[in-house]
Nanobody, 117 residues
Framework: QVQVVESGGGLVQAGGSLRLSCAAS????????MGWYRQCPGEQRELVAT???????NYADSVNGRFTISRDNTKNAVYLQMNNLKPEDTAVYYC???????????WGQGTQVTVSS
């Protein structure tokens, strides 16, 4: 019904940058909220950043000032620009979308981000 695909993860040195992308497709009219979570092995998934359809953003304290979330409503896409990466940012990053016409939240498969010290 809804497909969510992430890309852009990889290995980077501390202080470097990565840009994650996520695109949704399927049988829906529009997407309301979109965002990113991350999960380290053995830990709970935690919120990284969210963006409403109107562009209002929210960030976890740990990434505020370093990460920027944005979206393109014409492409049903959301992006996460990550700058000044730290080893503690290492995790699997998951994108989610909330299609207004369907209800619920749909997740991507996750993309690995590894930051070496």
């Amino acid at each position: 019904q809804v497909q969510v695909v992430e890309s852009g993860g990889g290995l980077v040195q501390a202080g470097g940058s990565l840009r994650l992308s996520c695109a949704a497709s399927g049988n829906f009219l529009r997407i309301n909220d979109m965002g990113w979570y991350r999960q380290c092995p053995g830990e709970q998934r935690e919120l990284v950043a969210t963006v409403t359809r109107g562009g209002a953003t929210n960030y976890a304290d740990s990434v505020n000032g370093r990460f920027t979330i944005s979206r393109d409503n014409t492409k049903n896409a959301v992006y996460l620009q990550m700058n000044n990466l730290k080893p503690e940012d290492t995790a699997v990053y998951y994108c989610y979308v909330e299609p207004g016409s369907l209800g619920g939240r749909y997740w991507g498969q996750g993309t690995q981000v590894t930051v070496s010290s």
